[in-house]
Structures are given as structure tokens and as C-alpha cells.
């Protein structure tokens, strides 16, 4: 009965077929994206929480009570033409929504594949050190207020053409996504999460 059906159609049809299998996936597993650039962690999945050693240890702040070691992250499927990275974290519910800036780094060298765990807690030669809300050029983790939900930690990863080091150190990430304007080669993200109970 379906002898007269264009090949067009087959093709569309076909393509439905697979994208309603991929939404079948496994709950909280995401379908495959083949070899599209991407951001990963060993140590937790996008959209899973953060451990609380990740979480920020600002002496006097009574919100941060973890040990601020960095989670690890590797890239892979690096877009064609990429010279360095530029790779953030920002708390969007951060501030009461006004958003938090945890970390801005740039000038990663394009033959960088990730960081391990605890690396970037302090200042590397292997980025330039942007500035975060706090001040501060390296990864500064979560320090979220208790009985404000969980909060969406997000770790973005931009391929640019520019040269390891041809921005300064200092900038702040609007100020990096300024000068990032009409050099970038794709992006990937990660998200890790974190919240605590009211007292």
C-alpha cells in the first residue's frame, strides 16, 4: 500500500522514526550526539550534581562549605580552524538571578584536552586568568545559600580562531565575550548542580 510514496517522504519519515526513538532514551540519559563538539566530566554528568568538595571554601562566608577543588573536564571533537579556548562558569540563579561569574578563563591552547581534577583551583600558565564576580582568575566553586534550590552551575567551552595569547588577563566575562565577537568556532556545555536544605 505504500508503493507510491515519494522517496522524499520515506526519507522524512524515516528521520521522525529516529528521533522519536532517540527521545526514548533512558530517563536521565541523554541521546547520543555523535561527534558534535562536546564538554564532559568524569566525575558528573550534565545535569547531575556537584560534589561538595566542588563547592567554594571562601573563609567567613558560611555558604561555602566545600573544599574548592575543581571538578576534571575533558573536550573532544574540537571544531576545524580552533587556535585556543575560552572556557567559563556562571551561576545563573547566583545573587538572587542577578547571576554569578564563578570563573573566566581564556587562551587555552588549542592543544589542551581538559584539566584534571583539582587543577584549576589556583592560577595556571596553562589559561589566562579572566575575573570572576569575586574577583578572583581561578575556578571559584559553588557557594549556595541554603533553601534557594538547586542552582545550575554551567561550564561553557567556546572554540576560538584567536591566538593563545592575544587577550589580556583581567577581563571579566562581558568584557570576553565582547572581544570573542566574530571569532568563535563553536561552543559545548556542562551542567552541575548544587543546593542545600534551609536550616
Not at 510514496?5 to 524515516?14: D, M
Not at 570576553?176 to 559545548?188: P, Q, Y
Request: positive net charge; glycine residues 14%; hydrophobic residues 40%.
Amino acid at each position: 500500500m505504500f508503493a507510491n510514496i515519494k522517496p522524499g517522504f520515506k526519507l522524512l519519515t524515516a528521520g521522525m522514526t529516529a528521533m522519536v526513538l532517540g527521545a526514548c532514551a533512558t530517563p536521565n540519559e541523554l541521546p547520543s550526539m555523535g561527534n558534535a563538539f562536546a564538554l564532559t566530566s568524569s566525575t558528573f554528568r550534565d545535569g547531575a550534581p556537584l560534589a561538595v568538595k566542588n563547592a567554594g571554601n571562601i573563609k567567613g562566608n558560611p555558604n561555602c562549605i566545600g573544599e574548592n577543588v575543581s571538578p576534571p573536564l575533558a573536550w573532544s571533537n574540537v571544531p576545524a580552524g580552533t587556535k585556543s579556548f575560552a572556557l567559563i562558569m556562571y551561576d545563573p540563579e547566583g545573587r538572587g538571578g542577578l547571576g554569578v561569574d564563578h570563573w573566566t578563563a581564556y587562551g587555552i591552547p588549542a592543544s589542551t584536552t581538559g584539566f584534571a581534577e583539582g587543577e584549576t583551583s589556583q592560577l595556571s600558565n596553562k589559561y589566562v586568568p579572566g575575573k570572576g564576580t569575586a574577583g578572583l582568575g581561578h575556578y571559584l566553586g559553588p557557594c549556595t545559600p541554603p533553601g534557594t534550590g538547586w542552582h545550575h552551575y554551567t561550564f561553557t567551552l567556546i572554540a576560538t580562531d584567536l591566538e593563545p595569547n592575544a587577550l589580556p588577563a583581567g577581563l571579566t566575562r562581558a568584557e570576553l565575550f565582547a572581544k570573542l565577537a566574530g571569532h568563535t568556532k563553536g561552543s559545548a556545555g556542562l551542567v552541575g548542580l548544587f543546593g542545600r536544605a534551609a536550616n
